[in-house]
């Protein structure tokens, strides 16, 4: 299955991947979490994305692109992908669709995930993420067992530079310019379904999986 999860900073992306991709055996790509170890590790490709992330605003469509061509040719992508912040502009939408069609492949569904726009910013703001197994956590309603720790993997967690109350604003601006117009590309291809983020985790797990059509096994 090739899912595209679409949705602003902080509506649970990340968070839903994480069920979806073990459920199904496919991986998550995200983009974001690919730009920031090439941030990490000073590659040629972080030096440019840096100024860009740092301020909330997007990466080059050229940059992206060129290294979701790359990403999109590994063998594990062959029976399907999760995509985690991309495409997020409609030039990225439309390379994608370019990727994918010599390779003989099509998107099977969109979930776009609708939250208020005052509970992303208290989402944002109080999430730390695993730097090294990218778990995401927050200190209000999903803190790890142990405090500043990852359940999963042992390694200090931390805030990410970019989810300070400044930057969340202007990220949030860029969503909606830049971003939501992708939610009527997709609703005109039928590929939409929206995931009422609101409710809490359990009820929106749910209702993505009716979406894609896997039952609860839980
Ligand atoms: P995320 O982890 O998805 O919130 O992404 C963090 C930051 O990485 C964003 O604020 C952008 O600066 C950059 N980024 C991630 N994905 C993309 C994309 N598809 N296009 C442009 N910039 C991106």
Known sequence: M??????????????????????????QISTGDILRDAVASASELGAKAKGHM?????????????LM????????????????GFPRTIPQAEGLDGLLGPLGQALDRVLNF????GELIGRLT?????????AVYNISFKPPRE??????????????DDDTEATVAQRLEVYERQ?????????DRGLLTEIDGN??????????????GVGADR
């Open 2 to 27: 090739r899912i595209v999860l679409l949705g602003p900073p902080g509506s649970g992306k990340g968070t839903h991947s994480a069920w979806m991709q073990e459920r199904l055996g496919i991986p």
């Open 54 to 66: 740092d301020s909330g605003g997007l990466v080059p469509d050229g940059l992206i692109l060129d």
């Open 69 to 84: 061509r790359e990403r999109l040719q590994r063998a594990d992508v062959r029976g399907g992908f999760i995509l985690d």
């Open 114 to 117: 609708v939250v208020a726009r």
């Open 126 to 134: 109080s999430r730390r993420v695993c730097p090294k197994c990218k």
């Open 147 to 160: 405090a500043g720790v990852c359940d999963a993997c042992g390694t200090r967690l931390i805030q990410r």
């Open 179 to 187: 971003t939501a117009p992708l939610i009527a590309y997709y609703r």
């Open 199 to 212: 409710q809490g985790y359990e009820e929106a797990r749910a209702q993505a999986e009716r979406a894609l």
